[in-house]
DNA sequence: CGAATATACTTGCATATGGAAGTATATCGG
DNA sequence: CCGATATACTTCCATATGCAAGTATATTCG
């Protein structure tokens, strides 16, 4: 197998597996949580956020998704009320996103499901060793991109 | 970092790798090909199928995605002759969706282009051997489910 | 200062997708 | 053989998403 080709199919085999993994870990999140999986991920940027609060153009690069989907996710949060809009004195174009209170605590759940489920995945048939390599590559990803997720 | 953690950074990665990758090589794919990346993912699993057909609930499971989303995929792919619809002689459920001579020849030309966006995703920054650990670890995930891409 | 440009956000439109219900056919158990 | 169940597919409805156009505000440059 040529360079060309090992970069291909690790490419092919990252699309794969994240579909997997949306079908295997989407549903089940809802239906505890009530929150998808892009609704976590825009919560635990902001919760990792200063003042826990991020401009709609900034979480849309983080989350690699348009800014009108960002203004279109946050409206249901706000309605929830885990998170609540914002303006900045400076700026008068700018209308934050903030974690509430309520939205800090459903993170912390959330994120806590979810860490089960991952680790239930990779039990029983990976190293911690295999495991951390994984993380490892997929990390000079992911370095790169705004909102990494220490 | 415990096990949980490490098990659960790689997943978090992996999602966000994932949403790069899409948004990087799906347009360019796209303008060039006339051809979003799920098309392509459908179309290549064909490629490899036996007799390059497949049935719609067959080619759901490899794609992770439900019937609805395959019936509705392969109506443009008709529409413009990449595919066609085959029926089963010994089973009137079936519809088969069928690669076309002209779907052989986009399948080929748009995975010419992802092999090339996906080889200058890697260079510069990444070891050869690395690529292959990468490749390597992501096939443990993928190796079990239908439809892998060898 | 003021016009031209850039930025932040929202909205309209088109496409993509899942789940549930509906239809047709096949298989199973008595 | 026939009714009950399972399977394959499609369609309906709701949600999710991107892009382009629209609005409001900021910045830049002459």
């Known amino acids: 197998m040529t360079d060309e080709n090992a970069s291909y199919a690790a490419v092919l085999r990252l699309f794969r ?42 979480l849309a690069a983080m989350l690699n998704a348009s800014q009108s989907t960002v203004t279109r996710m946050a409206l249901p949060l706000e309605k929830t009320g885990f998170v609540k809009r914002e303006s900045d004195p400076r700026d008068a174009r700018v209308a934050y996103v903030v974690l509430t209170k309520a939205g800090r605590a459903i993170v912390d759940q959330a994120e806590d499901t979810l860490r089960q489920m991952s680790t239930e995945l990779f039990r029983d048939r990976w190293t911690d060793k295999e495991i951390a390599a994984l993380g490892g590559l997929l990390g000079r990803f992911t370095a790169a991109l705004p909102g990494e997720i220490p």
Chains 1, 2 share one sequence.
């Open 17 to 58: 597996a994240q579909s997997f993994l949306e079908a295997r870990l989407g549903p089940p999140l809802a239906s505890v949580h009530g929150l998808g999986l892009n609704e976590l991920m825009l919560l635990m940027q902001l919760a990792r956020a200063p003042l826990h609060r991020l401009r709609r153009v900034d």
